[in-house]
C-alpha cells in the first residue's frame, strides 16, 4: 500500500473487514439486505460507472457543437442524453476551461464528487491535504500535481458543498483536430476532469500518478 | 457545527499523496461497506453526515473514508432501533473467534435489478416554489458569521466574507440541521463567487477566484451592482 491511502486508521483493516462481515451477516439474516445486491452494487462501481464515462461527455462536447451546448446549459440532461445519471449526480453542472480561466473541483466538508460521471473519487481527493490547502493554495498544489498555470490565467476553484456536482470540461489540445470522438475518449483523464490536470494531444497526463 | 471536518484553509496536513494505478476499492471490506451504506433501505437519522461529522476529532482525523462510511451507517441502524452495538459486537466476536463461520448468503436477482435501477435514478434537488430569489446575478453579498450547532454546509472560511453572485441553481432543500420539529422551506441557492485575496489576505495566491454555494439564508445583502 502506499500514497494517500495510508492515513493512520483508528481501527485496522482486520478490524474493519470483521466489522463489515459481522454487519453484512446481520442485514442479510434481518433481510434487509441480499449477498447478489452487495455484490452487484460493489461490482457496478468497480467496473460500470468510472472516468470514462465523463471521458464520453467530454469528447462528445469536444466534437458536438449542438451537444456542448446543451451540456453548459442542462449537465444533468446532456449527461444523461450518454445514459449516465443517479447517485450523487442529481444536479451536475459542467464547468469549461477556457484561455483565460482554469477550474478546479474540491469538497472542503466532505468528498463530493459526481459519481455518474467519474465514479467514486480516488484517495488524494478524499485527503485532508487536498480537502484543506486547495482553496487557499491552488497554484502551489496543481503544481504539486505537475500544472504550472501562468499568472494570466484566472484559476477557479470549486466547493462542492451543496447537492450540485461539478465536473470539468478540459480545453481540446491543439494537434487532435484530426482524432475522431471515440479516439479523443481514451485522452480524456479523470484529473483533467477534476481540473488537477489538463488534456495532452499525446495523452500523456501532466500528473505522474494518473490512473 | 464548527467540527474537524471543516477543513478549509488549515495548514498542517502535508503534500497531496497520489498513488499510481489506485484501484476503486483497497481492500474487500471497503466494497461491501460502501454498498451497504448506500443501498440499505434504512434512512439514517440526523443523515450520514452528521453522524462522521460527530465522530469525536481524534477519532475522526485517524479513520479512513469508507471507516468513516462504516460508522455512519451502523450508528444510523443502532439509532433507528434495527439492530444494536451488543448484537453487532456479539457478531463480531463470533468470526474472531470462529474465522470459518460463513456469513449467511441470500439472493434475490429481482431485488439487484431494483436497487441498480434505483442507483441510476434521477432525483432533482431543485424544487418548485411560489417564491423569488432575493439576489440577482452580479450582486455584491457578505456572508453571515453564523456559527450553528448541528449540521451545515456553510464553511468557516467563508463567514463575514464579501463575494459575488454568479449563478442561480433554484430553489432546494435545506440540508442544514432544524430544530426538532421544524421543517424549513427550500431555499433559493447561488454559486458565489471569492476573491482569493477576501479570504487569505496577504497569503492569496495571484489572479484566483473561490466558488461557493450558497443557500439564501447564509447570505446578507452588501451593495447592489450590475455587472
Not at chain 1, 82 to 89: K, N, P
Not at chain 1, 96 to 120: A, D
Not at chain 2, 59 to 84: C, F, M, N, P, Q
Not at chain 2, 136 to 160: E, K
Request: aromatic share 8%; charged share 25%.
Amino acid at each position: 500500500m502506499n500514497g494517500a491511502h495510508h492515513h493512520a486508521h483508528a481501527g485496522s483493516d482486520a478490524d474493519m473487514a470483521l466489522r463489515t462481515q459481522a454487519l453484512e451477516s446481520l442485514l442479510v439474516e434481518k433481510g434487509l439486505i441480499t449477498t447478489d445486491v452487495i455484490d452487484a452494487v460493489v461490482r457496478t462501481y468497480e467496473q460500470d460507472i468510472g472516468p470514462l464515462n465523463g471521458a464520453k461527455v467530454v469528447a462528445r462536447a469536444w466534437v458536438d457543437p449542438a451537444y456542448k451546448q446543451r451540456l453548459m446549459a442542462d449537465g444533468t440532461a446532456a449527461v444523461a442524453e450518454l445514459g449516465f445519471s443517479g447517485a450523487q449526480g442529481a444536479d451536475i453542472v459542467v464547468l469549461e476551461n477556457t484561455p483565460s480561466v482554469h477550474n478546479v473541483v474540491v469538497c472542503t466538508l466532505c468528498s463530493c464528487y459526481p459519481w455518474p460521471v467519474l465514479g467514486l473519487p480516488p484517495a488524494w481527493y478524499k485527503s485532508y491535504a487536498y480537502r484543506s490547502r486547495l482553496v487557499r493554495e491552488p497554484r502551489t498544489v496543481l503544481r504539486e500535481f505537475g500544472l504550472d498555470l501562468p499568472e494570466n490565467i484566472e484559476v477557479r476553484v470549486w466547493d462542492s458543498n451543496s447537492d450540485i456536482r461539478y465536473m470539468v470540461l478540459p480545453e481540446r489540445p491543439a494537434g487532435t483536430e484530426h482524432l475522431r470522438e471515440d479516439e479523443l475518449v481514451p485522452l480524456v483523464t479523470r484529473d483533467a476532469m477534476i481540473g488537477t490536470a489538463i488534456v495532452r494531444a499525446g495523452g500523456v497526463s501532466s500528473a505522474p500518478a494518473e490512473s | 457545527m464548527n467540527g474537524i471536518h471543516d477543513m478549509g484553509g488549515m495548514h498542517g496536513f502535508g503534500p497531496v499523496e497520489r498513488e499510481a494505478n489506485e484501484p476503486v476499492f483497497h481492500h474487500e471490506w471497503e466494497g461491501r461497506a460502501f454498498a451497504m451504506r448506500v443501498v440499505t433501505p434504512v434512512p439514517i437519522p440526523g443523515g450520514a453526515r452528521n453522524n462522521i461529522e460527530t465522530m469525536e476529532p481524534l477519532r475522526y482525523l485517524r479513520s479512513s473514508y469508507y471507516e468513516k462510511w462504516l460508522h455512519a451507517r451502523v450508528k444510523g441502524l443502532i439509532d433507528s432501533g434495527v439492530l444494536t452495538a451488543a448484537e453487532l459486537q456479539a457478531r463480531e466476536a463470533l468470526y474472531r473467534g470462529r474465522p470459518d463461520t460463513p456469513v449467511p448468503h441470500c439472493e434475490d436477482p429481482e431485488r439487484v435489478q431494483a436497487v441498480l435501477a434505483n442507483l441510476r435514478k434521477h432525483r432533482s434537488p431543485r424544487r418548485e416554489v411560489d417564491a423569488q430569489p432575493r439576489f440577482a446575478i452580479g450582486d455584491v453579498v457578505r456572508v453571515r458569521n453564523l456559527h450553528p450547532h448541528g449540521h451545515t454546509r456553510l464553511p468557516r472560511y467563508v463567514r463575514g466574507k464579501r463575494g459575488v453572485v454568479t449563478r442561480f441553481y433554484g430553489f432546494q432543500d435545506v440540508q442544514d440541521a432544524q430544530p426538532s420539529g421544524a421543517a424549513a422551506e427550500p431555499q433559493a441557492v447561488y454559486a458565489v463567487r471569492f476573491a482569493a485575496l477576501e479570504l487569505w489576505g496577504d497569503a492569496a495566491e495571484a489572479n484566483s477566484t473561490v466558488c461557493i454555494d450558497m443557500w439564501e439564508s447564509y447570505l446578507e445583502p452588501l451593495e447592489e451592482q450590475s455587472q
